[in-house]
C-alpha cells in the first residue's frame, strides 16, 4: 500500500515537492496545507490536491477567495503517515510540536531548520542507508545539497583531504521581489558560513571551509571549489567521469554553449525538466575542471528552488523502507522526474 504523505506549506519548496510525490508510484499525496488564500493555494485545488488550512486563518478567507479546503492541519496529519514540512525556515520548529502529538506521524524538515529537529540531516547520495526506519528527518539546505552530492564522489574514490569553497548566493528566489539587492555584492563576514558545518552534519570528519558572498541574481547558486585530495586521480577525465557517470550530476560540454546559469535555466525550460521546467541535478561544466597533482578545482551549479526536491522523495523511501538502498531510490525518483532513467 502507498505511503500517505502530506505537504504542509506549500510555497518554493513545498509545491515542488507535493509534484513529485503524486508522481511517485508507491507515495500518495493526501493533501497539502496553507496557512491564507493565493494563486498557489487556488492552484493547488485546479491541480487535483485537496487543500487543508494551516494555521489559526479559518475557512472563512478561502471561502471568500472562492477556494474549496478539505479541513484542518490536523485533519490532514490524521490522514497520512508522514508530512513533509515545507515552511519557511524557523516555523518547522514550531510545526513539529503538532507533529509530536500523534505516536505513529513521521516528519520531515528542511534545510532552514536546524539539524537538532530530527534524528538524522539526509542527503541521498551520502547517507539514505542510515536514515532506514528513522522517525525525523531533515533533508539538508539547497547549497548543503549540492557540497554534500560532490562529496560523496570525491570521498569514495579518492579521498578528502582538504576543500575550501566559496558559495557564490542568488540573493533571491524568482518570484521574491520584496528580497534584494538588485545592485551590490554582498560578502558574508561569518566565516565560515554555515555551509561548511552543515554539510559535516552529513560528514561529520569532512575538512571543508565555506566562505559565502550574496550577488544579484535569481536562478542559481554556483560553488567554485578547490580541493586537495587524498589520492591522485590518474587525469581530468577520470574526474569528469566519476561525475558524469553519477546520478544527480550534469555535466555540459564545452559545444553546448553553456556560459553559466541563464543557459542551463533555459536549457532545462528547453527541456521541461519535471513537473515545472527546473534542474535538480547538479550543474558541472567539462571544461570547468583543472586538475594538478592531487589539487583539483571544479564549478558547479545548483538551482535552488528545486535540487532538494528529489532528496525529499528519497527521504520518505528512506524512512519507510521503500527501497533498499539509495541507488534504487533514486532510479525510481530520477525516472518519475524526468531525470535520467
Ligand atoms: P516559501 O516562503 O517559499 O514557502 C513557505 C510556505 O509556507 C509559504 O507558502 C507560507 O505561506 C507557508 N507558511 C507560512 N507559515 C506556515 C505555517 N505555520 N505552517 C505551514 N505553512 C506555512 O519558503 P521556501 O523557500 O519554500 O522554504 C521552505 C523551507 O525550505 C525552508 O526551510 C528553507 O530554508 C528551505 N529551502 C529553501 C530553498 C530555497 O531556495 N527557496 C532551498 C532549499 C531549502
Known amino acids: 500500500m502507498a505511503v500517505r504523505v502530506a505537504v504542509n506549506g506549500y510555497g518554493t519548496i513545498g509545491k515542488r515537492v507535493a509534484d513529485a510525490v503524486a508522481r511517485q508510484p508507491d507515495l500518495k499525496l493526501v493533501g497539502v496545507a496553507k496557512t491564507r488564500p493565493s494563486f498557489e493555494a487556488a492552484t493547488a485545488v485546479r491541480k ?15 471561502e471568500a477567495a472562492g477556494i474549496p479546503t478539505a479541513g484542518s492541519l490536523d485533519d ?12 519557511p525556515e524557523k516555523v518547522g520548529k514550531e510545526n513539529a510540536k503538532l507533529y509530536d502529538r500523534r505516536s505513529s506521524l513521521k516528519a520531515i524538515f528542511q534545510g532552514g531548520e536546524k539539524a537538532e529537529i530530527a534524528e538524522r540531516s539526509f542527503s541521498a547520495l551520502a547517507n539514505y542507508g542510515e536514515c532506514r526506519g528513522l522517525r525525523r528527518v531533515r533533508v539538508v539546505s539547497c547549497n548543503t545539497t549540492g557540497l554534500a552530492r560532490a562529496a560523496a564522489i570525491l570521498r569514495s574514490r579518492w579521498g578528502v583531504a582538504r576543500w575550501d569553497a566559496t558559495i557564490i548566493r542568488r540573493a533571491a528566489d524568482p518570484a521574491e521581489s520584496q528580497r534584494g539587492p538588485i545592485n551590490g555584492i554582498l560578502p558574508s563576514f561569518h566565516i565560515p558560513s554555515h555551509h561548511g558545518p552543515d554539510v559535516r ?14 550577488v544579484p541574481t535569481t536562478l542559481m547558486h554556483v560553488h567554485v571549489n578547490q580541493v586537495e585530495l587524498a589520492r591522485a586521480p590518474r587525469d581530468v577525465e577520470e574526474l569528469r567521469e566519476a561525475f558524469r557517470g553519477t546520478r544527480r550530476f550534469r555535466l555540459f560540454h564545452a559545444w553546448e554553449g553553456v ?24 550543474v ?6 583543472h586538475l594538478d597533482g592531487r589539487e583539483i578545482a571544479f564549478f558547479q551549479a545548483i538551482h535552488q528552488e528545486s535540487i532538494v526536491v528529489p532528496e525529499n522523495i528519497d527521504a ?26
Not at 541563464?262 to 515545472?276: H, K, S, T
Not at 523511501?317 to 538502498?325: C, E, I, K, S, Y
Request: some cysteine; hydrophobic content about 45%.
Open 316 to 341: 520518505v523511501r528512506a524512512m519507510f523502507d521503500l527501497a533498499p538502498d539509495a541507488e534504487r531510490s533514486m532510479a525510481i525518483t530520477d525516472r518519475t522526474l524526468g531525470l535520467r532513467p
Open 76 to 87: 490532514l496529519l490524521g490522514q497520512c503517515d508522514v508530512v513533509i514540512d515545507c515552511a
Open 259 to 282: 556560459a553559466g546559469t541563464p543557459q542551463v535555466m533555459e536549457y532545462a525550460r528547453d527541456l521541461g525538466i519535471g513537473p515545472r521546467p527546473d534542474m535538480m541535478e547538479n
Open 201 to 214: 552534519t552529513i560528514y561529520p570528519d569532512l575538512h571543508l571551509r565555506t566562505t559565502a558572498v550574496v
Open 48 to 62: 487535483g490536491y485537496p487543500l487543508f488550512i494551516a494555521g489559526d486563518a479559518g475557512t472563512k478567507a478561502f
Open 284 to 289: 558541472l561544466w567539462d571544461e570547468g575542471f
